[in-house]
């Protein structure tokens, strides 16, 4: 059975730094793109990026190019998300999701089950 | 960017009734690469057609999606207690990929 287990909930304060994870099983988590996507409170979805974990290559959204870094290990087969400087902007719910096709873009059909972060002071 | 512009932004309709949901694209998709999910409060997005009218698995037949270049259809043919929630059409052809702002389809 394909998964994505997304960590847990996060409270930060602004200029804080964070990395959420999201780990595959069920598939050859190598071979998959897997997709970051952001859901501001009560808003809808956003297209963050996307990496292929078997040779990191990543395509980053301009929108949060700069803003955001997206990395896996396949070693362990877990896809990141990570911030240096969080701001209170950053506040929403973040989805990671495989892309449908081995080895290639393709609609998502699987999703984890999402991380809630909060950046407050 | 392509930006994907869905209408209406509500459709409230009853059960049984059909729901015919529209996606317009800035400029032409590539490959018909869009896609269309479902959404209920507090889960995931569920993908429910690819490469335009491909049908997820365990999606069942009362959805159904067309189009082509710009313009995009889901429809749902009889509602369904359970199909009332919001939808996002995705195209998926060019980098960066983008959602519409969504459809909500509400029990009127």
């Known amino acids: 059975e394909v998964q994505l287990v997304q960590s847990g909930a996060e409270v930060k304060k602004p200029g804080e730094s964070l990395k959420i994870s999201c780990k595959g099983s069920?598939?050859?988590?190598?071979?998959?793109?897997i997709g970051w996507v952001r859901q501001m409170p009560g808003k809808g979805l956003e297209w963050m990026g996307i990496i292929y974990p078997g040779d990191s290559d990543t395509r980053y959204s301009p929108s949060f190019q700069g803003q955001v870094t997206i990395s896996a290990d396949k070693s362990i087969s877990t896809a990141y998300l990570q911030w240096s400087s969080l701001k209170a902007s950053d506040t929403a719910m973040y989805y990671c999701?495989?892309?449908?096709?081995?080895?290639?873009?393709?609609?998502?059909?699987?999703w984890g089950q999402g991380t809630v972060v909060t950046v407050s002071s | 960017e392509i930006v994907l512009t869905q209408s209406p932004g509500t459709l409230s309709l009853s059960p049984g009734e059909r729901a015919t949901l529209s996606c317009r694209a800035s400029?032409?998709?590539?490959?018909?690469?869009l896609a269309w999910y479902q959404q209920k409060p507090g889960l995931a997005p569920r993908l429910l057609i690819y490469?335009?009218?491909s049908r997820a698995t365990g999606i069942p037949d009362r959805f159904s999606g067309s189009g082509s270049g710009t313009d995009f259809t889901l429809t749902i043919s009889r509602l369904e207690p359970e199909d009332f929630a919001v939808y996002y059409c995705?195209?998926?052809?060019?980098?960066?990929?983008?959602f519409g702002q969504g459809t909500k389809v509400e029990i009127k």
């Open positions: 400029q032409s998709v590539s490959s018909s690469y």
């Open positions: 999701a495989r892309s449908k096709l081995v080895g290639a873009f393709d609609a998502f059909d699987f």
């Open positions: 490469r335009t009218s």
């Open positions: 995705q195209q998926y052809g060019s980098s960066p990929w983008t």
């Open positions: 069920g598939y050859s988590f190598t071979t998959y793109w």
